[in-house]
């Protein structure tokens, strides 16, 4: 085990909605990463937060949005839900700053979008 | 730009059999890489790493893997698989954002 938990677990959505999925760091790492990982590829980089900010984002549009908060949680908001927001969503989290640092995934909350 | 690729999709292997998965990368920086494993139904988890140093790095579970630069690959090797190796293999390349780039990923499957 990672120390690293999100939830929910899965999630069905219909298309234009909006939705918000937790995860929870172990104590001390303040470094979150989240990921998208579609059916059958490598997990694709959404953004990082760094002690509460925002620190290097992919390419993912603006509706994708984040939240980390001082207790190590962190928030991924998605808004006007695409079929294509289908997928696998991994938050890991680093005990050092950006980069310095093995990351350790949690196991993800599944989304579909109907 | 900055890519990994890893060639092969599924391999099958028996057990006992040798094990050799292809890394290759695209990357002007300053090069980490990674190799995750996903056990069926399990959490992503590190195998090994390569921030610098010795070329050839070992990992858990009897896995290591060699950079080598000139080849811009990281093969990730084991002499002899398990049953319980068969699982998902993920390569990934530290970006110039810090975040993880990563392979498509292997399937492995081993034979008892």
């Known amino acids: 085990e990672t120390g690293v938990t999100q939830s929910p677990t899965h999630l069905i959505k219909t298309r234009g909605q909006q939705v918000t999925l937790r995860c929870s760091s172990q104590?001390?790492?303040?470094?979150v990463s989240w990921y998208q990982q579609a059916l059958g590829q490598g997990p694709q980089f959404i953004f990082q937060?760094?002690?509460?900010?925002?620190?290097g984002r992919g390419n993912f549009p603006p509706r994708f949005s984040g939240l980390q908060f001082p207790n190590y949680s962190s928030e991924l908001n998605v808004n006007a839900l695409e079929l294509d927001d289908s997928a696998l969503y991994l938050c890991?989290?680093?005990?050092?700053?950006?980069?310095?640092?093995?990351?350790?995934f949690g196991p993800g909350t599944r989304l579909t979008v109907l | 730009a900055q890519s990994v690729s890893q060639h092969n999709h599924h391999v099958i292997l028996s057990e006992a059999a040798s094990l050799e998965l292809g890394c290759n990368y695209s990357y002007g920086g300053t090069v980490n890489l990674f190799w995750y494993v996903q056990y069926p139904g399990q959490h992503l988890q590190l195998l090994l790493k390569?921030?610098?140093?010795d070329p050839l790095v070992k990992g858990i579970k009897g896995f290591e893997a060699e950079f080598i630069k000139s080849k811009f690959s990281f093969n990730l090797r084991k002499p002899s698989v398990q049953w319980s190796d068969t699982a998902e293999y993920f390569c990934a390349l530290l970006g110039s954002n810090y975040q993880l780039i990563w392979g498509a990923g292997t399937k492995l499957i081993i034979k008892p």
């Open positions: 937060y760094y002690r509460e900010e925002e620190n």
């Open positions: 104590s001390g790492h303040n470094t």
């Open positions: 390569y921030f610098s140093g």
């Open positions: 890991a989290s680093s005990l050092g700053g950006p980069g310095t640092d093995t990351q350790y």
